[in-house]
């Protein structure tokens, strides 16, 4: 093998470890609404943006939200909460490009985070009792891509509560 094939194979190698920056800013959120799927554990979150955070990706991995329902926070790549909301997200067909919906699940997860389960609607007005909102942020992996996350919107728990019930 030649010296400037070693060369190519070894830059390729070190690239494919790289990962690239997001270009586009970090978007800001509205709260929309919160509906209940149906009689299931399963609720709509509807929420507009001020960009497209679903496009334009080369290779999408996946999309989500994320919300605390507890004091934790943290809502970086690897960390799981105690008790969270998660969901996927999809454009809102009945708005504009800008208007989106996250198929969502109350869960709490166990100690080491590697099985959850759904939250009954008792166990949520306890953790909601003493809160006005909760924060949510959109995150999305592409290919290559650092993970990309939205600023913080915040959710009325009334909302929430309403839709429980």
Known sequence: ???LKVYAVVLLVML?????????PPANLQFSKIERVRKTVLYDLYFSSDVNILGPYKSL???R???ALGDDQDFSTGHRMK???KGSVSQDRSGTDLDFVSR???SESDVNGSSERD???VELRELLEKKTEIPCRFLADATMMDTYYSNTMYVPVESIV???D
Not at 16 to 24: L, V, Y
Request: glycine content about 6%.
């Open 119 to 121: 939250l009954t609607a």
């Open 65 to 67: 939200l994320i919300c």
């Open 104 to 106: 969502i699940t109350f």
């Open 1 to 3: 093998m030649s010296i």
């Open 16 to 24: 494919s470890g790289c990962s690239f920056k997001q270009d586009k």
């Open 162 to 164: 309403r839709a429980v």
């Open 83 to 85: 008790w969270f909301i």
């Open 61 to 63: 991995v996946g999309v």
